[in-house]
């Protein structure tokens, strides 16, 4: 039997909280299940926030219905997710859903299982795609509610940082896609449509399946890693596999046939040198003068020439050593199956899994591959060229320049391959940042407005 998708608007309470000098007053409907037959209650659940204030104005709920709705993913290292009230954030500064109220917008924040989860008799719930599909069954849940739920469900903005990230990039490409259908119905989502409005992603660790090559297309030849107590230098089979991986890029790029910002075909040679690369400088550049025009100092780094005290040129190569590599290869199917996204690939039986050939053919452990479909389903790459999903009009892509979780090629390849099917991409490289997500609320909020009024 199926549990009831019906919102009860009397269920809430009322809260107060102040953080540096800002102040909310907000209604929070919490801990709402988004599944008519959810296999984990606690994290196939919704919390949604709006402004109390619009409650206690004459034509507050008459303004409502035209209020954006902020849908921040809370999922990290593809681990599940639960909804997260405005609030601090670790470092005690307000988080994005906080700064979403501050601006007047209907925060509905969801959770979503992820990898790791079992169910009681020890069957693993949250391996792929089950965190894409929980989404859009929170979104379709709103929709399905669309003339009681506070917001306008036609304007729906997802946020979410790495792995969030991914998911945001995921719900903004795959829109209403059949390929999720089993999937949704299977855990009683609601018969409505589930694409969104924008999308804002934050170091998307996404296009997972050729991560790997694109990770040692940027860093083969670094063979020290720095990630923490984990820091060291790649063995020679890791450096064997690295010059492997690398080789695999060219055609992978090529084959995508991307035009960049000026119209200039971006490809690259076997030698991984080619437009790609220098389109990918002129955003690293770009950013290094964003940082030189606020006031950062850029002249220790003497890989940058400048002029005047701007950056007009890079060297590669330098660049790289500065940015240093974290991960060994390969960086994301590992061949002994370590990695999160091993662990994202797995099925309810078994707990890792590789998801490229590469890693397949060399696997350490006699891996065995993901489900063709499980992959696909979890790469947004698959599906900005289909028709049949529908996609954001709108997305923000956040890397910061500094963030060696994955390649900037990822990235970028995301970027152009959005813009060339029209869609609106505001990109940028933000200098110094490492992986990290909501860094930069004034300009996210700035951008939503802008995007919303269109
Ligand atoms: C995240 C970071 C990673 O380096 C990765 O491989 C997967 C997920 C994260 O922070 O979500």
Redesign the pocket.
Known sequence: MSISLKFHEENYTIREISILDKHIKYRAFENIVYAGKPVDREHQSLSIFVPEWYYEEADGKEQLKKVPVFFPNT?????PGLPEPPGPNRSGEPNASFYAILNGYVVVSPGARGRGLKDEKGAFIGNAPACIVDLKAAIRYLKHNRDQIPGDVDKIISNG??????LSALLGTTGNHPDYEPYLEEIGAAEETDDVYAASCY?P?TNLEHADMAYEWEFCGFDDYYWGEKSGVMSEEQKKLSAMEKLLFPSYLNSLKLVGDSGRQLTLKEDGNGSFKEYIAEYVLKSADRAAECGTDLEALTWLTMENGRPVGLDWDSFIKYRTR??TAP??DDVHLA???NELFGSSDTERRHFTSFSLKHSAVSGKMADEVQIRQMNPMNYIQDPIAKKAKYFRIRHGAADR??SLAISAILTAGLRNEGFSVDYHLPWGVP?AGDYDPEELFNWIKTVCKK
């Open positions: 999922v990290g290292g593809y681990m940082t790495s792995a969030g990230g991914a170091c660790i974290m991960k960086a994301f990695t999160p996204e979780d994955t992986h």
